[in-house]
């Protein structure tokens, strides 16, 4: 891209002051600045002044889960399905690592955190030895694993797997690719700058992950390997299952094109993404939309009627998720704190919020999808997110769950 063409672009959508320093720029600055602006989408930024234009919610309704006793009376069934499917190569993983984990406040990728005590249990090297449970199930069949780490993280993410020998997986059947980045713009909708020559940027939220996949050429690499199913989860879970059998039996056998793995909600108030159904196609309602009316509405047994929450993990039909891939998901403008340069050329980390982000999210991919298997799971073998340092969800609360569990830490 010329200068002139990076003009263009950005004086399309009022932003052409991001290119104030161009002139002070080396050779190889100016390179790195014209490609990142080639490569990034500005077209929703003016979404900032213009909310009401973002998609609205429509009528929402319970859904129903599949229940506890329900899987277990046809677990051996489900599990059998799973594993045929796992065996027979159509079944792949997707681990999700691309966030930032700004909560947790590590400098390094979340995969690398250390939860160990007496030895090193690095977050990665947990989901890998889940993963590796399934492996043995399935009499030695490696499944293919795809890891999403964003342009923040790639390189550190890719060498610490390699210096750890990928934790005892098959290399060759572990994919990294990197997600999409969204600019990050001051509360006037103006774009941040990071350096003089770079723009403020984050991973563009994890709902991107299979158009990002299908950008990297990777549903080739799919078709090539007959993957019909993608199991889709985040890296902060330590005790996540991966490729889970009776979880992907009971979504097979279900007939529907996702399932996304639930946990009954601690309260109705908890911070999770509750399972519904909005006009009457199965989605998924953030924490912070749940009305009280919502959060006090029972079912017929008295029970709270939205009352299962999502742990991040899916599992999607891969071919219907080619046919929603140019669909454009919710778009979420997010209040963050943004690191950017003054006009002093200072670098300034604010301790809160100085403007907006733009993020999609995997959990309204299920609403493109018409259909959902809605599969309940025991929170205390299979929910225990890192979030935060300490208190809810976070190091010291999955570490008590990890040794419940019988996790040597
Ligand atoms: P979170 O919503 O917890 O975000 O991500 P985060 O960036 O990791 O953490 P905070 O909010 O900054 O503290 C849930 C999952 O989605 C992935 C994360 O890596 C995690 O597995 N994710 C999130 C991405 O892969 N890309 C993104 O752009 C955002």
Redesign the pocket.
């Known amino acids: 891209m010329t200068i002139e063409e990076a003009r263009e672009k950005l004086s399309e959508c009022g932003q052409e002051e991001a290119l104030r320093y161009v002139d002070e720029l080396s050779e190889e600055e100016k390179a790195a600045l014209l490609d990142q602006i080639a490569a990034m989408d500005f077209s929703m930024i003016h979404y900032v002044h213009d909310r009401e234009a973002l998609k609205e919610r429509g009528k929402i309704s319970p859904l129903t889960a599949m229940e506890l006793d329900e899987i277990d009376a046809k677990k051996e069934e489900f599990k059998r399905t799973g594993l045929a499917a796992i065996r027979a190569g159509k079944v792949a993983a997707v681990l999700?690592?691309?966030?930032?984990?700004?909560?947790?406040g590590s400098d390094n990728p979340?995969c690398m955190y250390d939860i160990g005590e007496t030895r090193h249990v690095y977050i990665m090297q947990r989901l890998i030895e889940n993963a590796m449970d399934v492996v043995r199930e399935a009499d030695g069949k490696f499944f293919p694993f795809y890891i999403?780490t964003?342009d923040k993280n790639h390189e550190a993410t890719v060498n610490f797997m390699k210096e750890h020998d990928y934790f005892g997986y098959d290399p060759s059947m572990i994919t990294f690719f990197r997600?999409d980045m969204a600019p990050a713009v001051d509360y006037n909708g103006k774009l941040y700058l990071e350096s003089k020559s770079r723009i403020a940027s984050s991973?563009?939220?994890?709902g991107g992950w299979f158009s990002s996949m299908a950008k990297a050429g990777l549903v080739d690499d799919l078709h090539r390997r007959g993957v019909e199913w993608l199991n889709c989860f985040?890296?902060?879970n330590v005790l996540q299952r991966i490729c889970d059998p009776v979880f992907v039996g009971a979504t097979i056998e279900s007939g529907c094109a996702s399932g996304a793995k639930v946990v009954r909600k601690a309260a109705p108030d908890e911070k999770v993404g509750c399972m519904c159904l909005e006009d009457g196609k199965p989605s998924i309602i953030e924490y912070y939309d749940m009305t009280q009316e919502l959060m006090d509405a029972k079912n017929e047994k008295g029970d709270p009627a939205y009352n299962f929450g999502v742990i991040?993990n899916y599992l999607f039909r891969e071919k219907d998720l080619e046919q929603i891939v140019d669909e454009k998901l919710t778009l979420h403008i997010v209040e963050k704190k943004i690191p950017y340069m003054d006009e002093h050329g200072n670098l300034v980390k604010p301790d809160k919020p100085n403007g907006y982000k733009f993020?999609q999210l995997i959990l309204d991919m299920i609403h493109e999808l018409n259909t959902c298997l809605p599969f309940e799971v025991r929170r205390e073998y299979e929910f225990a997110p890192i979030?935060n340092k300490t208190g809810v969800d976070s190091v010291d609360s999955a570490k008590q769950l990890c040794r419940e569990n019988g996790i040597e830490l």
């Open positions: 999700l690592a691309g966030g930032m984990g700004t909560r947790l979340k999403m964003s997600q991973p563009n939220g994890n985040a890296v902060d991040l993020e979030k």
